[in-house]
């Protein structure tokens, strides 16, 4: 089983609309959680971190996690053409130690 | 500015040539990695560091090396024992708060053999 999982997609939404990016992970140790954007070409950036259960918001966005399901998960509101990019999911396993462990990330492209 | 610089942003080798990839960040940050990217793929940890004179293998470490002689800096040399190094590098640095951590990357260095 994979440590970090992300359905590769590629995941096609109307513009307007919510997206919906899913990841769940391995390790019930798991402490911290990242969604990264990556358009293609370039580097991943960080739009959202989340560390405990319940929903984040920032602006179009919401991350939630549900550490009992083991299942961390993006929405992006009234998505955008610039919306359109590589979504990738990662874990830090431990608290206090450092490595991330990424999925292979979700393809998403919006419709005008 | 502050950031992350990773150089060259296009890298040539040929087969059986060493290379070194350049990161260089200026945040402070203690911690430093060196991910490989290949077409649809995600990133797979080579190496990190979470602290100067200290570095631990990552994933699929064989075939590359590192160091961390500085805080600000963290080479990364692919050897001619890797055999399949066309890929997308990407060195990250990451800050700690409160226990938790967030990783922030460079802009990437896309290695082609030749």
């Known amino acids: 089983q994979k440590e970090v999982e992300q359905n590769s997609g590629p995941l096609s939404v109307p513009e307007g609309a919510i997206a919906s990016l899913n990841c769940t992970y391995s390790d019930r140790g798991s402490q911290s959680f990242f969604w990264y954007r990556q358009y293609s070409g370039k580097s991943p950036e960080l739009i959202m971190s989340?560390?405990?259960?319940g929903d984040k918001e920032d602006g179009r966005f919401t991350a939630q996690l549900n550490k009992a399901s083991q299942y961390v998960s993006l929405l992006i509101r009234d998505s955008q053409p610039s919306d359109s990019a590589t979504y990738l999911c990662?874990?830090?396993?431990?608290?206090?130690?450092?490595?991330?462990?990424f999925g292979t990330g979700t393809r998403l492209t919006i419709i005008p | 500015d502050g950031g992350i610089t990773q150089s060259p942003k296009y890298l040539f080798r040929k087969e059986g040539q060493n290379v070194t990839l350049s990161c260089e960040q200026n945040l402070n940050h203690d911690a430093m990695y060196w991910y490989r990217q290949d077409p649809g793929q995600g990133l797979r940890l080579i190496y990190y560091s979470q602290i100067v004179n200290d570095f631990q293998k990552g994933d699929i470490a064989e075939g590359y090396s590192v160091s961390r002689e500085k805080k600000e800096s963290f080479p990364l040399t692919v050897t001619s024992a890797q055999k399949n190094p066309t890929a997308f590098y990407l060195c990250?640095?990451?800050?700690?708060?409160?226990?938790?951590?967030?990783?922030?990357f460079g802009q990437g260095t896309r290695l082609t053999v030749v």
């Open positions: 990250a640095s990451s800050v700690k708060f409160g226990g938790y951590t967030e990783a922030f």
């Open positions: 990662a874990v830090n396993a431990f608290f206090g130690n450092e490595k991330l462990t």
């Open positions: 989340i560390y405990s259960n």
